[in-house]
């Protein structure tokens, strides 16, 4: 009997595939900082747990598959009074995360063996998604040295061929932080518009900018509205990652028709947490304005920490809570499982994410990592103590 050689091409996340070491050493009895994944350990709305907690229903019970009416209307509201954009309910389908917003968006613009064209690095589980889809991804790699800015606009242009059907973003970025400005994001609609393509914007991560920087969401440009898909989730917004609640909004009428089969064949996306998603629309402001202000303080506070390590040059991101570091080793996996597997330092070492697995150009990213900043400012300056000391100890090891 064989398996598909469709499901060997996956790869096994980059985020997660280092787990086993992490384990291993957590048995040791070592205690490891995860630097890896962006699970924020930033609590999730009061409004959004009491509402789990006295759930009213006797059943939990399928619901709609475009996604429950009221929670449709809370994201209508929101959109209107805090990203100053007008929808209607009907732009809107409820998914089950993010994640199935940008399966469901390959699969409903893209036919086997069409491209799609996507900044690298990029947020990784998309390599992915495109193989469900069997889709291929074809990258333009933007770099470090440019603070991963978009690269040239004729690097993009001379990617588009006729199997091209769309470009995806991710703005403020998964890994880089980068966020697109609104000259940017004009740039590439207008190309978009030239070449007859859709672009696909992934902004989950919209109400982490820094520096004072404003938001642009890429549905403000009604002109281009028919071509444009809008990615969001609760799960970095409200800390709600296992809630497994997003959006797909689009004011294409084609599209959302088209798309609803797809929420139709799995039925609904989880019936208690949209009803807590809803209940986290409802937060105070503050809640969002303090989450963003603990973030902008980790980001400071990494940077700086990482910037004193000698050898290690990093971006500096403006938006979400990751960034990419150059560190001073051939191979930042190898020196990722040497963390986990060979070192510690007094007891604690550092989970990383390597970055390779975050390019899809061959040779990429080897001697970086993604860094995710979802830890407290103490221990992130015990996490970079740690990698301060492991590169020590990794680059003065015999072998
Ligand atoms: C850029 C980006 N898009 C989408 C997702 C998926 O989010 P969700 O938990 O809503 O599926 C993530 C999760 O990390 C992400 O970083």
Redesign the pocket.
């Known amino acids: 009997m064989e398996i598909s050689n469709r499901i060997r091409g996956f790869q096994a996340s980059p985020i997660r595939r280092l787990s086993p070491y992490a384990r291993a050493a957590k048995a040791r009895g070592i205690k490891v900082y995860h630097l890896n994944i962006?699970q924020p350990d930033i609590k999730s709305p009061k409004e959004a747990l009491d509402a789990i907690h006295s759930y009213p229903n006797d059943i939990i019970a399928y619901g709609e598959s475009d996604g429950d009416l009221e929670l449709r209307k809370a994201l209508v509201r929101y959109y209107g009074d805090s990203v100053g954009v007008n929808i209607t309910t009907d732009d809107v389908l409820i998914?089950?995360?993010?994640?199935?917003?940008?399966l469901f968006s390959l699969m409903a613009l893209c036919d086997p063996g069409d491209e799609v064209i996507v900044p690298e690095p990029y947020?990784t589980?998309?390599h992915s998604f495109a193989r469900m889809a069997n889709v291929s991804i074809v990258p333009v790699t933007s770099l470090l040295e440019d603070n991963f800015a978009l690269p040239p606009l004729n690097m993009i242009e001379e990617r588009i061929t006729s199997k091209t059907r769309a470009i995806l973003l991710?703005s403020p970025?998964?890994?880089t932080g980068h966020i697109y400005s609104a000259k940017e994001l004009e740039i590439i609609l207008d190309m978009c518009e030239r070449h007859d393509i859709f672009l696909i914007v992934?902004e989950?991560?919209r109400e982490f900018c820094y520096d004072g920087l404003k938001f642009t969401s890429i549905l403000s440009y009604e002109k281009y509205s028919e071509r444009v898909i809008c990615?969001?989730?609760?799960?970095?917004r409200f800390s709600m990652?296992g809630a497994?609640?997003?959006a797909l909004i689009c004011r294409n009428r084609n599209v959302i028709r088209e798309t609803l089969k797809l929420s139709q064949a799995r039925l609904c996306s989880p019936t208690v947490e949209q009803h807590a998603s809803l209940a986290a629309f409802g937060a105070p402001s503050e809640y969002l304005e303090n989450v963003k202000k603990e973030y902008e303080k980790r980001r400071n506070f990494v940077v700086k920490a990482l910037h004193s390590i000698p050898g290690v040059k990093c971006s500096r991101p403006n938006g979400?809570f990751?960034l990419i570091a150059r560190l001073p080793v051939e191979d930042a996996e190898n020196f990722s499982i040497f963390m986990l597997r060979d070192f510690d330092y007094k007891g604690e070492t550092v989970m990383l994410a390597p970055a390779e697995g975050f390019y899809e150009s061959k040779d990429l990213g080897r001697d970086q990592v993604r860094i995710a900043y979802v830890l407290n400012t103490e221990d992130l300056g015990k996490a970079c103590e740690c990698l301060k000391e492991g590169l020590k100890a990794y680059n003065n090891r015999e072998i």
């Open positions: 962006g998914t089950t995360g993010g994640s199935e917003a940008i947020y589980n998309v991710n970025n998964n890994p992934d989950v991560y990615i969001d989730s609760v799960s970095k990652c497994r609640v997003g979400a990751y």
